[in-house]
């Protein structure tokens, strides 16, 4: 049946794809960065990654249905040519890889099971002697590859579909894409690749196959290739570049992510290094050096790192300086470590306190790497692993902790005197205005009796013995303010009238001018000062 032009441009657009992707494989490298070593080809990554020494599981499906019986452009039919040159390609793998050979028309055949590629090097032989079958059934060849490559264990394997025509299988389940068998054979193939790359390729032998439709219902992205029996050698070739490099990014998809790990080992840090150690600085004062060793590991497996060292002090503290950290980036190889021996320098000052106890210390610095490889433009572009980076920093801490004596500072002392006079001034000011000068005269009075003695009163406190008619006491009397008002506070001890009685004792308040009682003796006030003591 012909084909629309638009479905074979597709094949050709993706053969070219796949051209240019096998001619940067072998050409030169992207443009590198001005501020890096330039990117290595992809030839020279796979030759690091030693992707020769990794074997690669070919599944090889060849069309046996008779118009493979038609001419090339040679004059020698299709199916010979497919297979003279398979012959040569089976040659040319690596004594590891494994093949399997599956011959499809009505029916499928695998003429060649699952083996090593020097054990299979003439199975081209064991293909059909003529291509007789009268119909083509790709989807079952992709069945009975997909049972061969699940007994592989290769980290990469393809699968070759070689035809020169569209499905004519009218009896088999696939004689039709989209049936619910297509779909479950994409999901066994989606299997396969969940811990390998399965990659399918497709070989058109004329330009009426179809064959992006056919691989496409089982591979996400089919690589198909140029058309035309002419073009097998290179379609051959090609394959096998581009098999090369799936095992080069299989072999980078373990580093993807990847960087360094930075640690720190010295006094006071555990012996096999740490990312947060605590030094002891102690408690001397001034400049301070200490000496740690850091260390910086690549996390890769098979990417050369440019790392770049840096430091910056943690904040809120004293600075703290690193020496012997290399100024420019280094190269870290795969898996490698280097040392550095740092010399810390800091100030361990004494700190402003009240008090001239200890004070805590607490200083610190921070660590970081910069991670960059100068594979990456080449893994994205040439190798086509777009996804590819690696990790871009990574961070150590150094904690430096001791004491240091508290000191006061210079202004302290001058300010606790001047609070002191300020508070005794204070005090003497309140005392006065709490505690008046008293005037005026105390009259104390036997009630019984009515005798009378009258004391003159003077300066802001008075102690005074009073004896009269059967009054003998001990008055001591203050002056005070309460209310805004000046009064008398008196406290009175009266000696008993009887011996067998007990004393009495009382306090009490009298305003200035009036009169109190207290323990049975009355006081009053009165402005007019008198010096005499007699009875009234």
């Known amino acids: 049946m012909p084909t629309s032009s638009s479905a074979r441009r597709r094949p050709r657009a993706a053969a070219t794809a796949a051209l240019l992707t096998a001619a940067l494989l072998f050409g030169p490298s ?3 960065g001005a501020d890096g070593p330039e990117p290595p080809s992809a030839e020279r990554i796979g030759q690091d990654l030693g992707v020769d020494e990794v074997p690669a599981t070919y599944a090889v499906l060849v069309d046996t249905s008779s118009s493979m019986n038609d001419k090339g452009p040679g004059g020698a039919k299709l199916y010979d040519t497919v297979k003279k040159r398979l012959g040569t390609f089976l040659s040319g793998l690596a004594p590891d890889d494994q093949v399997t050979v599956i011959a499809f028309g009505r029916s499928v055949s695998v003429v060649e099971p699952l083996k090593k590629a020097e054990d299979a090097r003439g199975a081209a032989g064991e293909l059909p002697g003529k291509a007789e079958e009268t119909a083509s059934d790709p989807g079952s060849a992709l ?18 579909l070689l035809t020169d025509g569209a499905i004519d299988a009218p009896d088999s389940h696939y004689g039709e894409l989209g049936t619910p068998h297509w779909k ?75 960087g360094v790990r930075l640690t720190v080992s010295g006094r006071g840090a555990e012996a096999a290094g740490s990312r947060a150690p605590t030094l002891d600085t102690g408690d001397r004062t001034g400049v301070r050096r200490e000496k740690v060793r850091v260390t910086v590991t690549s996390r890769t497996r098979h990417v050369p790192l440019r790392v770049s060292l ?51 210390f ?49 202004w302290l002392y001058p300010l606790v005197i001047l609070v002191l006079l300020l508070a005794g001034l204070a005090v003497w000011v309140l005392r006065r205005r709490g505690n008046p000068v008293m005037s005026g005269t105390l009259v104390v009075t036997d009630l019984p009796s009515g005798e009378r003695v009258h004391r003159p009163l003077s300066g802001r406190s008075l102690t005074m013995d009073v004896d009269v008619a059967d009054v003998r006491a001990r008055i001591k009397v203050r ?7 000046q009064v008398l506070v008196l406290d009175c001890v009266r000696e008993p009238v009887r011996a067998a009685a007990a004393r009495l004792t009382d306090s009490g308040s009298c305003e200035l001018g009036k009169s109190t009682v207290l323990c049975g003796i009355g006081f009053s006030h009165t402005a007019v000062a008198r010096d005499t003591a007699s009875v009234q």
């Open 479 to 485: 002056g005070s303010v309460v209310s805004g008002r």
């Open 184 to 258: 479950r054979l994409q999901e066994r193939y989606r299997a396969l690749g969940h811990d390998r790359l399965v990659a399918g390729y497709g070989l058109p032998l004329t330009d009426d196959t179809k064959i992006s439709d056919v691989l496409g219902a089982v591979f996400p992205t089919p690589r198909i290739l140029p058309e035309g029996v002419a073009e097998l050698d290179s379609q051959l070739d090609t394959a096998k570049d581009q098999i090369r490099m799936d095992k080069a990014v299989k072999e980078l998809r373990e580093d993807k992510g990847a």
């Open 362 to 410: 607490r200083a610190g610095l921070t660590l970081t790497a910069d991670v960059t490889s100068s594979w990456t433009p080449t893994v994205r572009g040439a190798l086509g692993y777009p996804a590819f980076r690696v990790d871009g920093t990574d961070s150590a801490e150094v904690r430096l902790e001791g004491t240091v004596p508290g000191q006061p500072p210079g």
């Open 30 to 32: 992207a443009a590198h």
């Open 310 to 360: 840096g430091t910056t002090a943690r904040e809120g503290g004293p600075a703290v300086t690193a020496e012997g950290l290399p100024s420019r980036p280094i190269t870290l190889r795969a898996g490698k470590s280097e040392h550095y021996d740092v010399v810390l320098t800091w100030r361990q000052d004494a700190r402003t306190s009240l008090t001239w106890s200890s004070r805590p």
């Open 143 to 160: 069945e009975a590859a997909e049972q061969q490559l699940r007994k592989s264990r290769t980290p990469v394997a393809a699968v070759l």
